[in-house]
């Protein structure tokens, strides 16, 4: 009589040969809650704690040496700039829950990747994320974003951004920005400069705001117009009396 294996020379692997496979995946489940559970708390306490640095500051620290950055309140950055730079990233900050559908669609059909992206998106991918394009940066921004919207308030949101957005190389917030293209504080900015601020936000690297171009200079009119649309027409409303 034939054994088992000249009956079947090639048996079919035993429950126990997977039995690796659900270890990985218990493993794998607690990895993810625990990662969703630290972003979480990492986005609840910016709430109340400032953010000390970001991922980012620290890349272009390691790259150049140094950065320059100071922390400064709302409060002390002059309005006009803080809605100069709404008209000019996110004229709709105030109307939409930190993905705006219609500007994603606009951006599609215009072949523009920046012009969809929130001023709450970019909040969260500079404070907690890398620079770059990557499917994992991109679903993590779009989880934490709606989060941060319901957690902080739009006046933190804005706040935040001017403290960690890159407005030169290695020049990182409003205050520092002010005092390094000219020499005051941000709450002394008058229309003129902070239109020049918010309009070198898309290429902080590229673009001057101390010598810009005739092409800037005419942007950045645009956006003072635009700032004082917002005022008129209530979508400042949500960060300002």
Request: aromatic content about 10%.
């Amino acid at each position: 009589m034939a054994d088992d294996s000249e009956i079947n020379p090639h048996p079919k692997p035993s429950m126990d040969h997977w039995a690796w496979i659900h270890p990985v995946r218990r493993w794998t489940v607690r990895g993810i809650v625990a990662l969703v559970v630290f972003l979480g708390l990492w986005g609840l306490s910016y709430r109340w704690i400032n953010p000390p640095v970001t991922l980012y500051m620290l890349q272009e620290n390691w790259r150049l040496g140094d950065v320059y950055q100071e922390w400064v309140d709302i409060e002390d950055v002059s309005p006009v700039m803080v809605r100069a730079l709404v008209a000019a990233e996110d004229a709709n900050f105030c109307l939409h829950w930190g993905i705006d559908s219609a500007a994603i669609r606009r951006a599609f059909q215009e072949g523009s990747i920046r012009g969809g992206s929130t001023i709450s998106q970019q909040t969260v991918k500079n404070a907690f994320l890398w620079q770059g394009r990557s499917w994992v940066r991109k679903t993590i921004e779009a989880v934490m974003t709606p989060y941060a919207e319901v957690i902080w308030s739009k006046s933190r949101m804005l706040e935040i951004y001017l403290n960690v957005a890159e407005f030169d190389t290695g020049v990182f917030g409003i205050q520092a920005a002010a005092q390094h293209h000219y020499g005051i504080d941000a709450v002394q900015l008058n229309r003129v400069q902070a239109g020049r601020l918010a309009v070198v936000l898309p290429d902080p690297k590229g673009r001057s705001a101390v010598k810009p171009s005739a092409k800037l200079r005419k942007r950045a009119a645009s956006v003072i117009a635009g700032a004082d649309m917002i005022r008129r027409d209530g979508r400042s409303s949500c960060f300002e009396d």
